[in-house]
């Protein structure tokens, strides 16, 4: 089985690999960094630094994995040193936007151009991209958060467009939308105190979570946007 983790690094990256390798210890994985040197070596785990908003860097890493069963972008941005998510349109920043939908929407479709050929290799290949909940447009009560919210619902149309046209095209592979939860992580650092002890899972527990959750699913399941807890989430 040979995996990709996009954004091995953050903690949620961090937890699906320690987690995949207690469960699937044949398992070859592939991982990547940006910033943050990896600290976590293992032998079934292979480094590669890689900004993934560039699609030379995404290019490249695709031609070095050309069978792949299993990718998973946990890359993510929500804040800045300068910009916390808005509260108001006031806030808006150009910049601020930009950056958000640089990272948290266009990987995900240059992975899927690039790594498409890789997935085609798999009798039983999945896609999995690591969204929220903030993302959904119909679940939008509190509002807020503009920036990122966009950039996540442009990721979830991404998602599912890719889905649609995968069932034909690779019709092996199960393309899926996950909520993590809210996770302890510098992501969500500065937005927990008000959540509930037992709301705020460790990066290990969402791991596990999605991992059982992989297990059970099928390329029929395609095209889904799914919960930590596997229920569906409407789009
Ligand atoms: N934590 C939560 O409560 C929560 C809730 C809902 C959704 N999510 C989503 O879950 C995902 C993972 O979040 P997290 O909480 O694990 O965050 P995190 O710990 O802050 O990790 C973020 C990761 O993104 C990587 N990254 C950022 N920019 C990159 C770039 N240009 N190229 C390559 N890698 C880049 C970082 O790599 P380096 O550090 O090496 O730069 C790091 O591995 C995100 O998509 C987030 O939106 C999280």
Not at 39 to 48: A, D, G, K, T, V
Not at 63 to 70: A, E, F
Not at 151 to 162: C, F, H, V
Request: charged share 15%; proline share 6%.
């Amino acid at each position: 089985m040979n995996v990709l983790v996009l954004g091995g690094t953050g903690s949620i990256g961090l937890a699906i690999i320690q987690q995949l390798l207690l469960i699937k210890p044949h398992a070859n994985i592939h991982a990547t960094f940006f910033h943050h040197q990896p600290q976590y070596q293992h032998s079934h785990l292979h480094w590669h630094q890689c900004d993934i908003t560039l699609e030379n860097h995404i290019k490249a890493l695709a031609k070095q994995l050309p069978r792949l069963d299993v990718v998973i972008n946990a890359v993510g941005m929500l804040h800045t040193t300068e910009h916390q998510p808005e509260k108001s349109i006031q806030q808006f920043d150009t910049n601020f936007f930009q950056a958000n939908i640089q990272t948290n929407t266009l990987p995900s479709l240059l992975i899927a151009k690039h790594f498409m050929a890789a997935l085609k290799t798999s009798s039983r290949s999945y896609f999995v991209t690591i969204s929220a909940k903030v993302g959904s447009i119909e679940d939008n009560r509190l509002g807020g958060w503009i920036s990122y919210r966009s950039s996540k619902a442009a990721l979830n149309m991404a998602i599912k467009t890719i889905s649609i046209e995968w069932r034909t095209k690779l019709p092996h592979c199960c393309v899926i939308a996950f909520h993590p939860g809210t996770t302890a992580s510098p992501l969500s650092k500065p937005f927990q105190r008000n959540v509930a002890p037992h709301k705020l899972f460790t990066p290990s527990y969402t791991a596990q979570c999605l991992l059982n959750l992989l297990a059970t699913l099928t390329p029929q399941d395609t095209g889904k946007f799914l919960s930590y807890d596997g229920n569906a989430l409407p789009w």
